[in-house]
């Protein structure tokens, strides 16, 4: 299977260092992440190199991976289009709840499966990525959860390359799971400046991720999906057993100073709030907080 991995960063570094292993895998990159990315990535000290395509030199992608931020997907969707043929397979590993849709608009609703990786403990710094949790598990699957063949396929593929996976009963409401996830965790640690070490042993930060997530649960209601409250102690479960010094993908924005996914997290939910006349004042409130805090000095 030939697979091209678009986002060289924490996500797809640790996958593509997992399945270059066992079959045909590339970067798509312009000519400066070309240069940058020429002498390999480091992965956990290992240096591992990758082959490197340039859209103006595409070749056809049996399975085209999305691993880049929610603000980078419409130029990601363009550079990528030129690997897109009849049979692609087209996944994407952001955040959020909008990404398949846009690719869906781009390419066509046929070759978009719904996934999202979880489980996920790492640190990424130019070109080089330290993972502490062994790679994540992505969860994917077709939107209406049917076994295809081409779901099976790719699960062969991962398990070929010892890629944890999970191909969910309902993979909508696991998505709806993980952006619960990602608007209480990552927003409030990077507004705290909290590693998952740090995280696990707050429990007023859990608190507060309890509050958060009632927000959370009423839009999704609104959307048609039915977020319970075991599915707001599983998040905390997940990421309290993360004990290490991971950081969450917005911390690790912050810290470098880069733009962040808030409007996909919590300015999302304040978003669909809106929409179907429901109040977020918390998600409103973070949502400014950690832009305000962005540009404090």
């Known amino acids: ?44 000290g290992e240096r591992v190199a990758f082959n490197l395509i340039l859209p103006s030199a595409a070749d056809k992608a049996d399975l085209l991976i999305f691993a880049v931020k929610n603000m980078q997907l419409e130029d990601a969707i363009e550079e990528a289009r030129p690997f897109v043929y009849e049979n692609t397979v087209v996944m994407s590993l952001l955040n959020g709840i909008d990404a398949e849709e846009k690719l869906e608009k781009a390419y ?5 499966l719904y996934a999202f990786i979880t489980d996920l403990s790492s640190v990424h710094n130019g070109i080089e990525t330290t993972c502490f949790s062994g790679g994540g598990t992505i969860v994917y699957g077709e939107k209406d959860n049917t076994r295809t ?18 191909i969910p009963d309902d993979i909508l409401h696991e998505k709806w799971w993980k952006f619960m996830l990602n608007t209480c965790f990552n927003t409030l640690s990077a507004i705290l400046e909290a590693d998952y070490a740090a995280i696990s042993e707050n429990a007023d930060f859990i608190r507060a991720v309890r509050v958060i997530a009632r927000e959370v649960q009423n839009v999704a209601k609104a959307e048609g999906i039915e977020l319970k409250q075991e599915d707001t ?61 962005r540009k404090c000095p």
């Open 1 to 44: 299977m030939k697979v091209r991995i678009i986002g060289a960063g924490a996500v797809g570094a640790v996958v593509a260092d997992k399945l270059v292993r066992v079959t045909d895998t590339a970067f798509i990159v312009d000519e400066d992440r070309k240069e940058r990315y020429k002498e390999g990535l480091l992965i956990n």
């Open 233 to 293: 102690e599983e998040i905390i479960k997940r990421v309290t057993s993360l004990r290490d010094h991971g950081k969450t993908s917005m911390l690790q924005d912050v810290l470098a100073g880069r733009d962040t996914e808030n409007r996909y997290f919590a300015g999302a939910v304040s978003r669909l709030g809106r929409k179907h006349s429901i109040p977020t004042p918390i998600s409103d409130f973070i949502a400014i907080l950690l832009e305000a805090k």
């Open 108 to 112: 066509g609703k046929e070759k978009v």
């Open 149 to 166: 063949k081409r779901v099976m396929d790719i699960a062969a593929l991962f398990d070929k390359a010892g890629q944890r996976y999970v």
